[in-house]
């Protein structure tokens, strides 16, 4: 299994671009989420979902929007990049079968919007 | 909300020497999880060691361990015999369930610890 993957690893943009992040999970779970770690911070949660067709806001869901057309894949789009959303992003899936149910994180992405 | 406060933003300690990371956290559940991670240069987000509330007993993985204190809202995490491969950043993580039955849920992290190991 390759886990979570995320593409690109690095983006710089301009502020006003739009650009899609991708996620990819290749264990079956139906759940998944996307985080945000700014310098100094923990990450935080921007949207989730528990399932195809199915998604939620997290703490920080302003400037992004996502889908879920399959149980694989969960983007993670910017319509219009702003300075305040340079961050490392980070795509998450877990099983929800049992009570560990550990959260799997993928390798991060960074973008940088100038 | 729930609220993770890891108060050392920097430790450091030598090879072979132990190291306790402090986090406490607020919450008004009376059930939940914890989690520690380990965040390396390479940006991966690795889990160290996880414990339940309701479970009494201190979890430990290898050289891993933690003091949980319920009453008190604490959640250390000790590292024995430290190596060289330590050195990263460590949150402390709270799991806040998003569903009944926590199949759902989202983690709220600390603000992280760098520790420096030095040979």
């Known amino acids: 299994n390759a886990g979570v993957t995320q593409t690109p690893k690095f983006q710089v943009l301009k502020t006003g671009q739009s650009m899609t992040l991708q996620c990819a999970q290749d264990?079956?779970?139906?759940?998944m989420s996307w985080y945000r770690q700014d310098p100094g911070m923990g990450l935080r949660l921007i949207h989730y979902?528990?399932?195809?067709?199915?998604?939620d806001q997290g703490e920080v869901p302003n400037g992004y929007n996502v889908s879920r057309s399959t149980t694989e894949d969960f983007p993670l789009r910017l319509l219009s990049a702003a300075p305040s959303q340079t961050s490392v992003y980070f795509c998450?899936?877990?099983?929800?079968?049992?009570?560990?149910?550990?959260?799997?994180f993928g390798p991060g992405t960074r973008l940088t919007v100038l | 909300a729930q609220t993770v406060t890891q108060s050392q933003p920097e430790m450091s300690v030598q090879e072979a020497e132990t190291v306790t990371l402090s986090c406490t956290y607020d919450?008004?559940?009376?059930?939940?999880?914890l989690f520690w991670y380990k965040q390396p240069p390479s940006r991966q987000m690795i889990l160290v060691i996880r414990q339940e509330a309701y479970k009494q007993q201190n979890a430990t993985e290898n050289r891993f361990s933690v003091n949980f204190q319920k009453a008190a809202k604490s959640f250390s995490l000790k590292i024995s015999d430290s190596q060289l491969g330590d050195a990263a950043m460590y949150f402390c993580a709270y799991r806040s369930d998003l569903n009944s039955g926590g199949s759902n849920y989202k983690l709220t992290f600390g603000k992280g610890t760098l520790l420096t190991v030095n040979p």
């Open positions: 979902s528990v399932g195809a067709g199915i998604t």
């Open positions: 998450a899936s877990n099983s929800g079968l049992n009570s560990y149910n550990e959260q799997f």
């Open positions: 264990m079956n779970h139906e759940y």
């Open positions: 919450t008004s559940e009376s059930d939940y999880y």
